[in-house]
């Protein structure tokens, strides 16, 4: 099956902005798809070149097989987008945005609008310039939303929602996954990416650094450690395990870490007697770090 | 199919109607804010014209000819002629001109800064169809402004007896749409090539300013009287003293499509920052 996005060496430097480089990347159908980066990297340059904000300094992209510069409005009547700090005429209430953007795409049924503004718990009836932030990033949310879109486009979109209404975010967009909608989701989140995504790609300082499905990057990542024994132990048999790091040994905690499997490691500690054992999973946050290396730039 | 959406985009047409019509919304009060003020002024200056027609008459008169032809005050022999040389020479098509810089810029640059166009653009809308949209709906907000000024002063002059020449002062606020609606398309041109409402303004503006000041300085010099070729407002003119030119009009109107054309073309294949 045709990938739903599609991009090929895609490069867009302006000015002293590094933008996006030779990102070559394919999202499938159905695909939640992440992508991960911190402010900066170039995430919001990617999105904005794939709707034609932005005219590529190289490369293509290319949206349901069409081009994304010489195709883009066609692009854009199957696309809901999300941009990144959502901002719009703030006198306008959330039911004239709304409208006025049904016109623009053709589209007189405003019902699932009104059924997502129950859903978000927002009224449309108030100007943008009164709403919350949270409450405005609900009516953006919608505006991507309402016309049911093939391919949903957001650039953080739970920035501003409370707890709950990010719960419901997610439970809404694993909806639209059962529906076939693809969704590209540009985040720093790492927690977000992680609860929601299939596969993510990490951006780095305007480059692809890595697509990876999450579930392997869990699988392979590393594992924490913080042991307590009931006697003194000897840290070189901890020291031997493959692929073990950070270890330490104070006051009887040792703590360390082991890539990949843990089974050698449990194995081994089961020759022990254990007062207490804590083994925790990394956060897609450490495994940012494993990628980004501790460099932020 | 898992979705609702429209594969096929509206027509421009469509689109071109739902923008004109959301622009004039945006600026449903400027109708009253600018037609409102220039009436009022317009209209104070006919209501005090039975009062002063005789002094004035006399100190024209005394005037030196270079001044009188520099300012179009040939003669005040009427009210339509004094709104002329008091209102419609500099004050309402300076204002207007700036007016329409402004009305063609903020749904554009001034959007763009704002971060509004990344929403607005995720709809299938050309951007060419919105650059028309700002130049249309000015166009419409520039007529009824205008249409405001000459009722309140026509309904002032009729108040006070000022005697104001119907076709005279018809013609002479007509005569003012072309020239800033050429300016409208002057901003737009711009906007296909800047990104910020203020630079866009400034350089507009200034070009007005510059535009008045060489076909005023034209007027008085021979040395500079050449250079009035490129100023609009030497094909501007004077309606009320020297008739409607309706070749100038056109020329003026003409030239705005052309550089809105133009504005449009540079806007759409920009990048939107």
């Given at each position: 099956m045709a990938p739903v996005i599609r991009t090929e060496g895609l490069t867009k430097v302006y000015g002293e902005d590094r933008?996006?480089?030779?990102l070559s990347l394919e999202c499938g159908k159905g695909e939640i798809f992440g992508f991960l980066g911190p402010n900066g990297s170039g995430k919001t340059t990617t999105i904005r070149t794939l709707l034609d904000l932005l005219h590529p300094s190289s490369g293509r992209a290319e949206i349901f097989g069409l081009d994304s510069r010489s195709q883009s409005r066609a692009i854009r009547a199957r696309v809901g987008n999300l941009p990144g700090g959502f901002a719009y005429e703030k006198h306008l209430t959330g039911r004239e945005l709304i409208q006025l953007f049904a016109r623009l795409r053709g589209i007189s049924d405003l019902g699932r609008a009104e059924e997502l503004a129950q859903r978000f718990d927002v009224g449309l009836d108030q100007p943008l310039k009164q709403l919350s932030r949270g409450n405005v990033q609900k009516i953006a949310l919608i505006q991507a939303l309402f016309h049911s879109p093939e391919l949903l486009i957001l650039d953080e979109p739970t920035s501003g929602l409370d707890p709950l209404m990010q719960a419901e975010f997610i439970r809404l967009l694993e909806e639209e996954r059962g529906r076939g909608v693809t969704v590209f989701l540009s985040s720093h989140d790492l927690d977000e990416v992680e609860r929601i995504c299939d596969r993510v790609a990490i951006i780095r300082s305007a480059r692809l650094v890595a697509i990876e499905d999450v579930h392997d990057m869990h699988r392979r990542a590393m594992r924490h450690f913080v042991v307590r024994f009931d006697r003194p132990v000897e840290l070189e048999p901890f020291a031997a395990l493959p692929g073990v790091q950070q270890l330490e040994l104070v006051d009887g905690r040792l703590t360390f870490s082991v890539s990949g499997t843990a089974d050698a490691a449990v194995k081994l500690l089961a020759g022990y007697t254990l007062t207490d054992i804590e083994i925790t999973h990394p956060s897609l946050e450490e495994l940012f770090m494993t990628y980004y290396g501790g460099d932020h730039e | 199919m898992s979705s609702g959406a429209p594969v096929s985009p509206p027509g421009s047409a469509r689109s071109l109607y739902a923008i004109v019509r959301h622009l004039l919304r945006l600026q449903r009060w400027a109708p009253l804010t600018w037609g409102l003020s220039l009436g009022l002024s317009c209209a104070l200056v006919a209501a005090i014209w039975p009062s002063i027609s005789d002094s004035i008459s006399q100190a024209i008169a005394s005037y030196p000819d270079a001044i009188k032809e520099a300012f179009s005050?040939?003669?005040?022999?009427s009210a339509d002629q004094y709104l002329d040389v008091e209102m419609l020479s500099l004050i309402v098509p300076l204002a207007l001109a700036f007016f329409a810089i402004r009305s063609v810029a903020r749904p554009l640059v001034g959007a763009e800064e704002n971060s509004y166009l990344d929403a607005l653009l995720s709809v299938p809308l050309d951007r060419r169809v919105l650059a028309a949209g700002a130049m249309i709906s000015t166009a419409i907000l520039l007529a009824v402004i205008l249409a405001i000024i000459w009722l309140m002063t026509w309904a002032a002059g009729l108040a006070v007896g000022a005697g104001i020449g119907l076709e005279e002062w018809t013609l002479g606020v007509v005569n003012v749409w072309p020239i800033a609606f050429a300016f409208g398309g002057f901003a737009l041109l711009l906007c296909g090539m800047l990104h910020s409402l203020a630079a866009v303004t400034g350089v507009a503006s200034g070009t007005l300013i510059a535009m008045y000041l060489i076909d005023l300085l034209g007027k008085l010099s021979p040395d500079v009287e050449p250079l009035r070729v490129i100023s609009a407002y030497r094909y501007y003119g004077s309606a009320v003293q020297d008739g409607f030119d309706l070749s100038h009009a056109l020329g003026l109107t003409a030239a705005g499509v052309l550089l809105a054309v133009a504005g449009a073309v540079l806007f759409n294949r920009r990048d939107i920052r």
């Amino acid at each position: 099956m045709a990938p739903v996005i599609r991009t090929e060496g895609l490069t867009k430097v302006y000015g002293e902005d590094r933008g996006i480089i030779d990102l070559s990347l394919e999202c499938g159908k159905g695909e939640i798809f992440g992508f991960l980066g911190p402010n900066g990297s170039g995430k919001t340059t990617t999105i904005r070149t794939l709707l034609d904000l932005l005219h590529p300094s190289s490369g293509r992209a290319e949206i349901f097989g069409l081009d994304s510069r010489s195709q883009s409005r066609a692009i854009r009547a199957r696309v809901g987008n999300l941009p990144g700090g959502f901002a719009y005429e703030k006198h306008l209430t959330g039911r004239e945005l709304i409208q006025l953007f049904a016109r623009l795409r053709g589209i007189s049924d405003l019902g699932r609008a009104e059924e997502l503004a129950q859903r978000f718990d927002v009224g449309l009836d108030q100007p943008l310039k009164q709403l919350s932030r949270g409450n405005v990033q609900k009516i953006a949310l919608i505006q991507a939303l309402f016309h049911s879109p093939e391919l949903l486009i957001l650039d953080e979109p739970t920035s501003g929602l409370d707890p709950l209404m990010q719960a419901e975010f997610i439970r809404l967009l694993e909806e639209e996954r059962g529906r076939g909608v693809t969704v590209f989701l540009s985040s720093h989140d790492l927690d977000e990416v992680e609860r929601i995504c299939d596969r993510v790609a990490i951006i780095r300082s305007a480059r692809l650094v890595a697509i990876e499905d999450v579930h392997d990057m869990h699988r392979r990542a590393m594992r924490h450690f913080v042991v307590r024994f009931d006697r003194p132990v000897e840290l070189e048999p901890f020291a031997a395990l493959p692929g073990v790091q950070q270890l330490e040994l104070v006051d009887g905690r040792l703590t360390f870490s082991v890539s990949g499997t843990a089974d050698a490691a449990v194995k081994l500690l089961a020759g022990y007697t254990l007062t207490d054992i804590e083994i925790t999973h990394p956060s897609l946050e450490e495994l940012f770090m494993t990628y980004y290396g501790g460099d932020h730039e | 199919m898992s979705s609702g959406a429209p594969v096929s985009p509206p027509g421009s047409a469509r689109s071109l109607y739902a923008i004109v019509r959301h622009l004039l919304r945006l600026q449903r009060w400027a109708p009253l804010t600018w037609g409102l003020s220039l009436g009022l002024s317009c209209a104070l200056v006919a209501a005090i014209w039975p009062s002063i027609s005789d002094s004035i008459s006399q100190a024209i008169a005394s005037y030196p000819d270079a001044i009188k032809e520099a300012f179009s005050i040939e003669q005040l022999s009427s009210a339509d002629q004094y709104l002329d040389v008091e209102m419609l020479s500099l004050i309402v098509p300076l204002a207007l001109a700036f007016f329409a810089i402004r009305s063609v810029a903020r749904p554009l640059v001034g959007a763009e800064e704002n971060s509004y166009l990344d929403a607005l653009l995720s709809v299938p809308l050309d951007r060419r169809v919105l650059a028309a949209g700002a130049m249309i709906s000015t166009a419409i907000l520039l007529a009824v402004i205008l249409a405001i000024i000459w009722l309140m002063t026509w309904a002032a002059g009729l108040a006070v007896g000022a005697g104001i020449g119907l076709e005279e002062w018809t013609l002479g606020v007509v005569n003012v749409w072309p020239i800033a609606f050429a300016f409208g398309g002057f901003a737009l041109l711009l906007c296909g090539m800047l990104h910020s409402l203020a630079a866009v303004t400034g350089v507009a503006s200034g070009t007005l300013i510059a535009m008045y000041l060489i076909d005023l300085l034209g007027k008085l010099s021979p040395d500079v009287e050449p250079l009035r070729v490129i100023s609009a407002y030497r094909y501007y003119g004077s309606a009320v003293q020297d008739g409607f030119d309706l070749s100038h009009a056109l020329g003026l109107t003409a030239a705005g499509v052309l550089l809105a054309v133009a504005g449009a073309v540079l806007f759409n294949r920009r990048d939107i920052r």
